[in-house]
């Protein structure tokens, strides 16, 4: 015979309304209350019986999460948070993963998989207005760390803009008046990439330096390999360039690597900043210089959002106000820019540039620094 409710509640000295409360997520509980149910749940051996839950609520209790992919180490960092705020709501986490196709993106937003899930958080690499426009799917929707212009569903993403100036500003405070990048990807690439690429070139402007296109060669993946083969194309200039932003750390690391098979020293000659603070650049030699989005306010914000919309408020598909929120970002500098001895000890933050004014509609999650207007 199963284990019940009451067998969970008598165990965790609740009642079974509370168990019941934690095991739906259909009511908010106390983070102690919940402890303890949980491990009585897990003691007892509870299996909820999930087929009759879904009869019951007309819900499946599953969300799906689609992502370009989890061997990139910031999608599956970004992954594992989602799934504990997912549980957090008593959800089930479907994952399915893109290579940031976009075949298999329209593919998504037009309801193929949708039919398991209660709603869906999508990271898009091509998705634009055009193809929110189209979607006939009526599954919730948000999007979760891209951010469309006038869109028509939640949204949830850092202020790439913003960001990109930043790091851009600080390697232009290094003295370093010739800085590439590495990352942009042309204007029908990725919005994200094309907020970064206009930071740094206001960051640019804003500095009185000129903009020398051939610093800006277009990138195709985000992948080490590229961000190696990138830089060693920057350093076949005539002038090559004496610091390089990189839109992704992953890119960053390639760089990284690029620059000292070909003797540079690493920040003396040749600085190097990335995106995303995955793991790999805290242990790197020389440890690398990144902004350092709120992963976690990512997460969170974009669970709160969808289940607002799968619970029926305001702002899902066809409704002009679906919100926007701007999650924190930070910029870590370590060795990679400012050398061994000045990175010592924990990652110092540089204070953020005063250098526009908040997008207009969005909303703050976390330790936002702020928006430049799109």
């Known amino acids: 015979?199963?284990?019940?409710?009451?067998?969970?509640?008598?165990?965790?000295?609740?009642?079974?309304?509370?168990?019941?409360?934690?095991?739906?997520?259909?009511?908010?509980?106390?983070?102690h209350t919940r402890e303890?149910?949980?491990?009585?749940?897990?003691?007892?051996?509870?299996?909820?019986?999930?087929?009759?839950?879904?009869?019951?609520?007309?819900?499946?209790?599953?969300?799906?999460?689609?992502?370009?992919?989890?061997?990139?180490?910031y999608f599956a960092e970004l992954a594992r948070l989602v799934t504990e705020a997912a549980a957090e709501h008593g959800w089930t986490v479907l994952i399915d993963q893109t290579g940031g196709r976009a075949d298999r993106e329209r593919q998504v937003l037009r309801g193929a998989g949708a039919q398991l899930a209660d709603g869906l958080l999508l990271c898009p690499v091509t998705v634009g207005r055009r193809e929110l426009a189209d979607r006939t799917d009526a599954t919730p929707?948000?999007?979760?760390?891209?951010?469309?212009?006038?869109?028509?569903?939640?949204?949830?993403?850092?202020?790439?803009?913003?960001?990109?100036?930043?790091?851009?500003?600080?390697?232009?405070?290094?003295?370093?008046?010739?800085?590439?990048?590495?990352?942009?990807?042309?204007?029908?690439?990725?919005?994200?990439?094309?907020?970064?690429?206009?930071?740094?070139?206001?960051?640019?402007?804003?500095?009185?330096l000129p903009q020398d296109a051939?610093?800006?060669?277009?990138?195709?993946?985000?992948?080490?390999?590229?961000?190696?083969?990138?830089?060693?194309r920057l350093l076949e200039l005539d002038e090559p360039p004496q610091a390089v932003v990189c839109f992704d750390d992953l890119l960053a690391l390639g760089a990284l690597r690029a620059a000292l098979s070909a003797g540079l020293r690493v920040p003396r000659d040749l600085a190097l900043a990335g995106f995303g603070d995955i793991e790999d650049g805290r242990y790197s030699t020389p440890t690398?210089?990144?902004?350092?989005?709120?992963?976690?306010?990512?997460?969170?914000?974009?669970?709160?959002?969808?289940?607002?919309?799968?619970d029926g408020a305001p702002g899902?598909?066809?409704?002009?106000?679906?919100?926007?929120?701007?999650?924190?970002?930070?910029?870590l500098v370590r060795e990679s820019t400012v050398g061994v001895a000045a990175a010592a000890g924990p990652d110092p933050v540089v204070p953020p540039q005063s250098s526009g004014a908040q997008s207009p509609g969005a909303q703050s999650s976390g330790s936002s620094t702020g928006a430049i207007s799109s």
């Open 1 to 31: 015979m199963g284990v019940s409710l009451r067998d969970v509640a008598a165990r965790a000295g609740v009642s079974v309304k509370t168990v019941s409360n934690v095991v739906n997520g259909s009511a908010p509980v106390s983070p």
């Open 36 to 73: 303890k149910v949980r491990r009585a749940l897990a003691e007892l051996g509870y299996r909820p019986n999930l087929s009759a839950r879904s009869l019951r609520r007309g819900r499946t209790g599953v969300v799906a999460l689609v992502l370009p992919g989890l061997d990139d180490p």
């Open 141 to 208: 929707l948000v999007l979760l760390g891209e951010r469309v212009p006038g869109g028509t569903v939640p949204q949830v993403a850092v202020d790439d803009r913003r960001a990109a100036y930043e790091a851009t500003g600080h390697l232009l405070s290094l003295g370093r008046t010739r800085v590439g990048v590495i990352g942009a990807r042309g204007p029908r690439g990725p919005g994200a990439a094309r907020r970064r690429l206009a930071g740094h070139r206001q960051a640019l402007r804003d500095a009185g």
């Open 214 to 232: 051939r610093l800006v060669p277009p990138t195709g993946t985000y992948r080490r390999a590229e961000g190696a083969a990138v830089l060693r």
């Open 288 to 310: 690398l210089t990144t902004v350092s989005p709120d992963k976690a306010a990512l997460a969170r914000s974009a669970v709160a959002l969808l289940a607002a919309r799968i």
């Open 316 to 331: 899902g598909s066809g409704d002009s106000g679906a919100p926007a929120v701007v999650a924190g970002h930070r910029l």
